[in-house]
């Protein structure tokens, strides 16, 4: 590749990003403003897991907006240090976001272990679709296909304690 075409290629893929990013990221400051923007359809749905979340998950966690999203974290009086690569944020552990063609939910817990393998067993018992899932996101096509059994049972596996403890033990990796 010519030197022009990296400078090019380097450039587009730059703008690239930064659209992706500011076209998908809400610029609402509370849970309540972030929802009622919203579609109809993602507006519902996130709503409905919102509630379940907070019905489930344990004590010591705060509900925030982080990165443009509904987010569920560690606050800084609970675990000071804060994110690791921005420690002027809480910890999060959870994120669920509407996307042009899905609704996410990022449970960080997933990156490895025993939570994968309980998610992908549990999925099969209570859902008949494919679960599409990245490394900690699981998206959802259609707002009708959110299993929120599930998700009420994922919020409830990890206590902030033991939330910081994984954390802990994967960034000195």
Not at 1 to 24: I, P
């Amino acid at each position: 590749m010519s030197t022009v075409n990296r400078v090019f290629f380097s450039v587009k893929v730059k703008f690239a990003s930064s659209f992706y990013l500011s076209s998908m990221q809400s610029k609402a400051t509370t849970p309540d403003e972030y929802i009622s923007q919203l579609p109809a359809g993602h507006k519902e749905a996130i709503a409905a897991i919102r509630k379940v979340i907070l019905k489930n998950l344990p004590a010591g966690y705060q509900e925030v907006m982080a990165y443009g999203m509904l987010g569920y974290a560690v606050p800084h009086s609970i675990y000071p240090p804060g994110y690791h690569a921005n420690p002027k944020l809480p910890l999060v552990l959870i994120n669920v976001g509407s996307k042009k063609n899905y609704i996410s939910l990022h449970h960080l817990g997933l990156y490895s272990g025993e939570l994968v393998t309980w998610l992908k067993k549990r999925w099969v018992e209570l859902s008949d679709k494919k679960l599409d899932i990245g490394k900690c996101c699981i998206r959802f096509k259609k707002p009708e296909d959110v299993p929120l059994q599930l998700i009420g049972e994922l919020c409830t596996k990890l206590t902030p304690q033991q939330w910081i403890a994984f954390y802990e033990k994967a960034v000195k990796r």
